[in-house]
């Protein structure tokens, strides 16, 4: 529901309300009080259908043949509707329910050590980058291989096959007979690939990416779990 418009229009529709109960006060005699203008009462065929929106029959005042006490019913209605637009986000936001929070400095210090200066900057774009960097830069030291792409050593340091000479691999603890053993290692390897050609690369060859703040630290986060996994890993050599 659009409450701002909402708001608008019942706010708008209250000042005409008033006005018209101003004239209709200045006269003694019913006879005499002003019939409301057509423009008001198109405004009050508006206000009705919003106020049953917010509360179904909020709007279904009757019409009345006492000019005043109809206007005082559509009067009454709209600041029902109005208290009820004015406060839908807060009361929604009140009953969602309490989500968790990541905390950007318990990220993995390969990942939050270089970003922190990057991100206090507001400069999220480099600072996704420089954590891809570091946590590439750790895969390269732990496995001592270097001079290959982020994403072809992912690929193959994480591979379940077995390491051939120059190639090592990394290995998580548990029965490398089972199916799950065997897809946490295609998992770890198609992950982390993926990280660094979808957002490591991004991240470096597009002058400005249109990440959001949420979507820079969710880019963190990834490369933070995959950083866990290396350091996690026992490296296995070709015998």
């Keep these: 529901m ?13 000042v005409r309300v008033n006005n018209h109960l101003s004239l209709i006060a200045q006269w003694e005699s019913a006879w005499e009080w002003p019939k409301a203008p057509d423009d008001l009462l198109l405004q009050e065929v508006q206000a009705r259908r ?8 909020l709007g279904d005042y009757e019409f009345t043949v006492n000019e005043q006490d109809h206007w005082d019913a559509a009067r009454r209605a ?15 936001a009140f009953l969602r329910p309490t989500s968790p929070s990541l905390a950007a400095d318990a990220l993995h210090p390969w990942v939050w050590e270089p970003a922190a200066p990057l991100w ?10 420089a954590a891809a960097r570091t946590v590439n830069r750790r895969l390269q030291q732990k496995l001592n291989r270097h ?13 379940p096959t077995s390491p051939t000479e120059g190639k090592p691999r990394l290995r998580f603890d548990g029965d490398r007979d089972t199916p799950t053993w065997k897809a946490r290692q295609e998992g770890a390897k198609y992950l982390s690939a993926g990280a660094f050609l979808g957002i490591r690369n ?12 949420q979507e820079a630290l969710e880019y963190l986060a990834t490369f933070s779990v995959i950083a866990r996994w290396i350091e996690e890993c026992t490296v296995e050599i070709a015998t």
């Design 202 to 213: 991004l991240a470096a060859h597009e002058e400005q990416v249109t990440w959001t703040q």
């Design 78 to 92: 709209a600041i029902g509707a109005l208290g009820r637009a004015s406060t839908a986000d807060e009361y929604a």
């Design 50 to 57: 919003i106020e049953n929106a917010y509360k179904p029959g």
């Design 2 to 14: 659009d409450h701002a418009y909402a708001i608008s229009t019942l706010e708008a529709f209250l």
């Design 120 to 129: 206090a900057a507001e400069a999220h774009q480099d600072a996704v980058l």
């Design 147 to 159: 001079g290959i792409g982020e994403s072809t050593l992912c690929m193959q340091s994480f591979d």
